[in-house]
Nanobody, 117 residues
Framework: QVQLVESGGGLVQAGGSLRLSCVASGVTGIIFDMGWYLQVPGKQRELVAGITRGGSANYVDSVKGRFTISRDNAKNTVHLQMNSLKPEDTAVYFC???????????WGQGTQVTVSA
């Protein structure tokens, strides 16, 4: 069973930076797309950034130019470098991986990011 473990969240002032990391274990198939999602109370989980196995990345408009997603296929890791953070970036961030030919979704437990004004 695939397990995803996130790290790197925390409290930061507006304008600051954080780097989220996610490592996948128990992987017996190929990890295809990986991504980071955020969720705030009362709302659905939303995609922030995604990256294909080949390294093609996509971002939601609100983070373009501020966040950078990267991955290391050999280590089954994905990272999210978050710069110029804003209070509206405050959320729980979840790592996602689509594993195997069926692109089965696996999720981490989430890491809290809080940006103070």
């Amino acid at each position: 069973q695939v397990q995803l473990v996130e790290s790197g969240g925390g409290l930061v002032q507006a304008g600051g930076s954080l780097r989220l990391s996610c490592v996948a274990s128990g992987v017996t198939g190929i990890i295809f797309d990986m991504g980071w999602y955020l969720q705030v109370p009362g709302k659905q989980r939303e995609l922030v950034a995604g990256i294909t196995r080949g390294g093609s990345a996509n971002y939601v408009d609100s983070v373009k130019g501020r966040f950078t997603i990267s991955r290391d296929n050999a280590k089954n890791t994905v990272h999210l470098q978050m710069n110029s953070l804003k209070p509206e970036d405050t959320a729980v961030y979840f790592c996602n991986a689509k594993v195997g030919l069926g692109r089965r979704d696996s999720w981490g437990q989430g890491t809290q990011v809080t940006v103070s004004a």
